[in-house]
Structure formats: structure tokens, C-alpha cells
């Protein structure tokens, strides 16, 4: 089974810096996709960004970027120029193939942005 | 475009009770998800419906659990009986195939409290 670990439960940067989070991910597939996900305290889940393994370029969206390490199965999120509204959990999730749908997510990363 | 609704957004019951949550996907997104995430986790997959029909239902205690999608539309979680371990955040999300990678949208949740 595909599991998904986050080891830092808790974040914290100072506004207008640089911050990233940490996620690795355990599986045997080749053919999968990874994303990043953030929750804020209204609790919709929204998607950040997403990377397809076989992709070797890494995903960039605005101030988001990701760091895909496939062979060491790590999928880092860098948020550059941190927002006040930046502040919330965020999830890294893994789902295995085109055809199942499924997501497995981490525990999460709380995000505080000091201003 | 309206996203995924959920109601209610809170509940609040006695162990033994049932309750039911609603859920009504983002038009035209032929597939379903409710998630379950406990205070601390990542949400954990249900069941995920296409159309009418159930795709997977692995992780769904079907003792006290149960879900349907009669039209292929909307769709209801149900929890009967109740538990304390219950207590938890459903989400409900949509997706649209199209392409390799099938967006998610998350509804913002039903929080359930059991006592």
C-alpha cells in the first residue's frame, strides 16, 4: 500500500520570505501523480499544485514550486514570497495511475505566516 | 461555475444516533468521493462513486456505514449508529474525467461531533 509521510507538523515563516515543506512517499509504481494540497480554516481543500512522476521537470505554479526527487520518493513544496493568506494546512497526496482515482494524503502541515 | 455543496456543515449528536449528510457535486462531474479526516490526519478515501455506480468501497465500515448516488447526481453519507470514534470532518469532493489527470474539488465539509 502507497503511503504518504509528513514529518513537520508545524511551520512557521516570516512574511515575504521563502518556506518549504517536506513530504515523502512509499510506493512500487512507476506511472503515478503527486500533489499538494491546502485547507484553510474554512476546511475546502484546495489544490496547489500537482507533478506527474514521468515528468522530470518540476511543477511550477506562480509562487509554488515543487521539488520531485523521484528515486529518493520526495516531493517537496516551495512557497516563495509568503502571504498572510498563505496560512493553512497543507496536504501532500499521492495517487497511483490515469485509471484510479484514488488519493492518499499525509497528516498535514500547518503553516503559520508571521507577519 | 458553483463548486461542490455540503449540508449541514455542522452536526451534532449522541453516540447510538444516526445522522445523514448531503452532498451535491459540481454539475456534470460524473465522479463522487466522501472522505473522512480526523482531527489531526489527512482525509482518509470512503467511497468513490461513478455515476450511480460504486467504484470503490474498500475503507467504508459497512456495518454503520452507508452511502448511495441513486440518479447519478447528488449524493447521501449515512451514519447509523453512531459512534464516538465517528467524530470527524466528511468532505465530499467531484471530478471531471478529462485527460490523465482528473481534478478533484473538495466541497467544505460536514463536521460531525459525537458524544
Known amino acids: 500500500a502507497q503511503t504518504v509521510t509528513q514529518s513537520q507538523p508545524e511551520m512557521s515563516v516570516q512574511e515575504a520570505e521563502t518556506v518549504t515543506l517536506s513530504c515523502t512517499y512509499d510506493?512500487?509504481?512507476?506511472?503515478?501523480?503527486l500533489f499538494w494540497y491546502k485547507q484553510p480554516p474554512s476546511r475546502q481543500m484546495i489544490l496547489v499544485i500537482r507533478?506527474?512522476?514521468?515528468?522530470?521537470q518540476n511543477a511550477t505554479e506562480n509562487r509554488f514550486s515543487v521539488n520531485f526527487q523521484k528515486a529518493a520518493k520526495s516531493f517537496s513544496l516551495k512557497i516563495s514570497d509568503s502571504q498572510l493568506g498563505d496560512a493553512a494546512m497543507y496536504f501532500c497526496?499521492?495517487?497511483?495511475?490515469?485509471?484510479?482515482?484514488?488519493?492518499?494524503f499525509g497528516t498535514g502541515t500547518r503553516l503559520t505566516i508571521i507577519p | 461555475e458553483a463548486g461542490v455543496a455540503q449540508s449541514p456543515r455542522y452536526k451534532i449528536i449522541e453516540k447510538r444516533q444516526s445522522v445523514a449528510f448531503w452532498c451535491n457535486p459540481i454539475?456534470?462531474?460524473?465522479?463522487l468521493y466522501w472522505y473522512q479526516q480526523i482531527l489531526g490526519q489527512g482525509p482518509k478515501l470512503l467511497i468513490q462513486?461513478?455515476?450511480?455506480?460504486?467504484?470503490?468501497d474498500s475503507q467504508l465500515p459497512k456495518d454503520r456505514f452507508s452511502a448511495e448516488r441513486l440518479k447519478g447526481v447528488d449524493s447521501t453519507l449515512k451514519i447509523q449508529p453512531a459512534k464516538l470514534e465517528d467524530s470527524a470532518v466528511y468532505l465530499c469532493?467531484?471530478?471531471?474525467?478529462?485527460?490523465?489527470?482528473?481534478?478533484?474539488?473538495f466541497g467544505p465539509g460536514t463536521r460531525l461531533t459525537v458524544l
Open positions: 469532493a467531484s471530478s471531471f474525467r478529462n485527460g490523465r489527470v482528473n481534478e478533484q474539488f
Open positions: 510506493t512500487s509504481e512507476s506511472d503515478y501523480y
Open positions: 507533478q506527474e512522476a514521468y515528468k522530470q
Open positions: 497526496a499521492y495517487r497511483s495511475s490515469p485509471r484510479n482515482e484514488k488519493l492518499t
Open positions: 454539475s456534470g462531474h460524473a465522479t
Open positions: 462513486f461513478q455515476n450511480n455506480g460504486v467504484v470503490d
